[in-house]
């Protein structure tokens, strides 16, 4: 078990540009989760997949962000025209059925 | 609109006391319930997890939970300073943690030596 892992660690990007992340989900864990956090703030739900298939979005999730999964293994968060409010920890979990999400050390967005 | 409540402190414990962290929801509905601990710059790390009324005890740390206040708090026992985080309170609907979770805002505990 080699937990959830996420790339890159940060991101600077100028405001307008597009950027991704991807997540590896811990193995044998079919679902997976992406969160976003501020400062100060608990992480808040923005989308999530059962293998390959996305089963429920935020309404945090603009038009902006799209998420994949395309094989149900690693999945990738985009996120199109970045504006400054888009600066966050952006998180990514994963779980098997009904059992808790467990959490990658995140990639942190920073906009210039 | 779920909404989970914390105060966000700080809570300041002196080392070796009980430290007592609450949380409420809003949704009736909420079948799942996490404490995760977050240590500055670090990702949520899962704490303890409770579905059904009562305490559910893991080394230091008991959860207990009251449906009908809608009432989840985390005691961790002889505190150490290595418990000094933000602990973040977490529900979701669903029986296993299936849908998104709503997270408070978190609480941050300082373990005083």
């Known amino acids: 078990d080699t937990g959830v892992s996420q790339n890159p660690r940060h991101k600077i990007t100028k405001r307008g540009q597009n950027v991704t992340f991807r997540c590896d989900p811990i193995?044998?864990?079919?679902?997976l989760y992406w969160y976003r956090q501020t400062l100060g703030q608990g992480p808040e739900f923005l989308t999530y997949?059962?293998?390959?298939?996305?089963?429920?979005k935020s309404r945090l999730l603009s038009d902006r962000f799209s998420a994949e999964r395309p094989k149900g293994s690693f999945s990738t968060l985009e996120i199109q025209r970045t504006e400054q409010g888009d600066s966050a920890m952006y998180l990514c979990?994963?779980?098997?059925?009904?059992?808790?999400?467990?959490f990658g050390d995140g990639t942190r967005l920073s906009i210039l | 609109q779920k909404e989970v409540e914390q105060n966000s402190g700080p809570l300041s414990v002196p080392e070796g006391a009980i430290a007592s962290l609450n949380c409420t929801y809003s949704?009736?509905?909420?079948?799942?319930f996490f404490w995760y601990r977050q240590y500055s710059g670090k990702s949520p790390e899962l704490i303890m997890s409770?579905?059904?009324?009562g305490d559910k005890e893991d080394g230091r740390f008991t959860a207990q939970l009251n449906k009908a206040s809608q009432y989840v708090s985390l005691l961790i026992r002889d505190s150490q300073p290595s418990d000094s985080a933000t602990y973040l309170c977490?529900?979701?609907?669903?029986?296993?943690?299936?849908?998104?979770?709503?997270f408070g805002k978190g609480t941050h505990l300082i373990i005083q030596p």
């Open positions: 977490a529900v979701n609907l669903s029986g296993g943690g299936a849908d998104g979770l709503t």
């Open positions: 193995s044998e864990h079919n679902r």
């Open positions: 409770i579905y059904s009324n």
């Open positions: 997949f059962q293998n390959e298939a996305q089963l429920e």
């Open positions: 949704d009736r509905g909420s079948q799942s």
């Open positions: 979990a994963s779980s098997l059925a009904n059992q808790p999400q467990h």
